[in-house]
């Protein structure tokens, strides 16, 4: 058998080698990706009294399956003070304690897209560490969470801490690329 790929003599060898790239390139790409979910724009809402009843949403595939949970998660201090936010992306079986998927991957700190402290809005939404829009893109799910903080009120209750009064956030939830 020859070791060298033998080609009919219509077919250009560049060709076909740059056929294969873009095949395989494109399933490489496809592979690192999610099932493709139905697009979701909701409104999340908290407020001390909702503290305790978790705000979240099902995100579903295109074949109806529930593929993701999208939830907003308190922490609170001691003294019940909700002082942070974040919003979680899970599987819908996932453990409380499970990964948020909306965390890069690898080496990462400081403030992330999907928290939500509530000493970065003493000054307004405006003048908060990301502003009002947020972006999150998860190339390996392909999915893209939006962000847009509508409303923050906090009230301070140490000098370190603010507390959430009312937060209201317009999420989007898409396919990375449609």
Same mark, same amino acid.
């Not at 295109?62 to 609170?76: A, C, H, K, M, Q």
């Not at 801490?161 to 956030?169: S, T, V």
């Given at each position: 058998?020859?070791?060298?790929?033998?080609? &009919?003599?219509?077919?250009? &060898?560049?060709?076909?080698?740059?056929?294969?790239?873009?095949?395989?390139?494109?399933?490489?790409?496809?592979?690192?990706?999610?099932?493709?979910?139905?697009?979701?724009?909701?409104? %999340?809402?908290? =407020?001390?009294?909702?503290?305790?009843?978790?705000?979240? /949403?099902?995100?579903?595939?295109?074949?109806?399956?529930?593929?993701?949970?999208?939830?907003?998660?308190?922490?609170?201090?001691?003294?019940?003070?909700?002082?942070?936010? %974040?919003?979680?992306?899970?599987?819908?079986?996932?453990?409380?304690?499970? &990964?948020?998927?909306?965390?890069?991957?690898?080496?990462?700190?400081?403030?992330?897209?999907?928290?939500?402290?509530?000493?970065?809005?003493?000054?307004?939404?405006?003048?908060?560490?990301?502003?009002?829009?947020?972006?999150?893109?998860?190339?390996?799910?392909?999915?893209?969470?939006? /962000?847009?903080?509508?409303?923050?009120?906090?009230?301070?209750?140490?000098?370190?801490?603010?507390?959430?009064?009312?937060?209201?956030?317009?999420?989007?939830?898409?396919?990375? =690329?449609?």
């Amino acid at each position: 058998m020859n070791q060298y790929l033998q080609f &009919p003599k219509w077919a250009c &060898p560049l060709s076909v080698f740059a056929a294969l790239v873009v095949t395989v390139s494109s399933s490489i790409s496809n592979a690192a990706t999610g099932p493709r979910i139905v697009p979701l724009r909701t409104t %999340a809402t908290f =407020s001390p009294q909702s503290a305790e009843s978790h705000w979240s /949403i099902p995100i579903k595939s295109t074949d109806g399956r529930t593929i993701y949970v999208l939830s907003l998660e308190p922490e609170f201090t001691i003294q019940d003070h909700v002082v942070e936010l %974040a919003l979680v992306l899970r599987r819908p079986n996932a453990k409380a304690d499970a &990964p948020n998927l909306l965390a890069p991957t690898g080496r990462w700190h400081g403030l992330q897209a999907y928290d939500i402290p509530g000493r970065d809005f003493t000054q307004g939404v405006l003048k908060s560490a990301f502003g009002e829009k947020r972006t999150i893109s998860i190339e390996r799910l392909g999915v893209v969470v939006r /962000i847009d903080v509508s409303k923050a009120v906090v009230s301070p209750i140490s000098a370190e801490n603010d507390q959430f009064d009312a937060l209201e956030l317009q999420i989007t939830v898409d396919n990375l =690329s449609p």
